[in-house]
């Protein structure tokens, strides 16, 4: 990836000493042990790691869907954990944009009206500005021709840079996705990887899970996550 760099230096997202432990049937797991991160805007971050290395679990942190059970997480100067359920879901709508493994598209909806939903529901936008921004997202994804097609007709591929394009719908700085090319055949995890590359080059700051080393290696940053605990945090050079 050519003259891919990280703009300003304020931090995107910090973890500090964050730890997280599940209670399930009499047992406790440590699921993640004194996360120390700090990301900064723009950065195009990997997290790398087995199956049940709290990959997730990390994701779910940065994005308030899960509470840590010690430390805190700060978004962009946020404390996340401050946070009331609704307060928090509004902030959710409007700081993050979040892509999922399996797309998670309305199926009844065609890409467009998937793409305009959050708008709606944040209540941002014009409703004529609505379906211009949607256009130009999936233009910008690569998808201007199938606008007005349903999930179904189109490539998981294409279905997940939809996904992408609806993340960016209410112009979230930070975009987060768990696993977004892992249900994809190469060819597809290349084209969606490289849309997440350019919303870098933009300036967006991308979380992207993966369990593609190669992938991975065109990022400017990976983490390694072993058993819950930071087990390598490289930046390339
Ligand atoms: P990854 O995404 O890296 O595959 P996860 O973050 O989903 O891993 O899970 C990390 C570990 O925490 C796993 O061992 C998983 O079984 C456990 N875990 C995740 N969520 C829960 C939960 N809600 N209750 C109990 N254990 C959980
Ligand atoms: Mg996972």
Redesign the pocket.
């Known amino acids: 990836m050519v003259g891919l760099s990280v703009t300003g230096s304020s931090q995107a997202v910090c973890l500090q000493g964050v730890s997280k432990v599940?209670h399930?049937a009499g047992q406790d797991?440590t699921?993640l042990k004194d996360i120390q991160i700090e990301i900064p805007s723009g950065e195009f971050v990997c997290v790398l790691?087995r199956?049940?290395?709290?990959?997730?679990?990390?994701m779910n942190m940065i994005t308030g869907i899960d509470k840590p059970t010690a430390g805190e997480v700060i978004v962009h100067g946020v404390s996340v954990g401050g946070m009331s359920e609704d307060e928090m879901a509004r902030w959710r709508g409007r700081n993050l944009g979040i892509v999922f493994q399996f797309y998670q598209l309305l199926p009844v909806f065609s890409l467009l009206e998937n793409v305009m939903l959050p708008m709606q529901l944040a209540g941002k936008y014009e409703p004529l500005e609505r379906v211009q921004r949607a256009r130009m997202l999936l233009t910008q994804v690569g998808l201007a021709d199938q606008a007005d097609q349903r999930p179904d007709s189109v490539s998981g591929g294409e279905q997940q840079c939809a996904a992408v394009a609806r993340a960016l719908a209410n112009d979230p700085p930070i975009i987060v996705a768990d696993e977004p090319t892992g249900n994809l055949d190469s060819v597809s995890a290349g084209m969606v990887f490289e849309v997440f590359a350019a919303l870098a080059q933009q300036g967006k700051t991308i979380i992207m899970?993966t369990h593609d080393d190669d992938l991975a290696a065109e990022a400017h940053r990976t983490l390694r996550?072993s058993d819950g605990e930071l087990e390598r945090d490289a930046v390339k050079s």
């Open positions: 599940f399930s797991f699921a790691g199956s049940g290395s709290g990959k997730s679990t990390l899970v996550l």
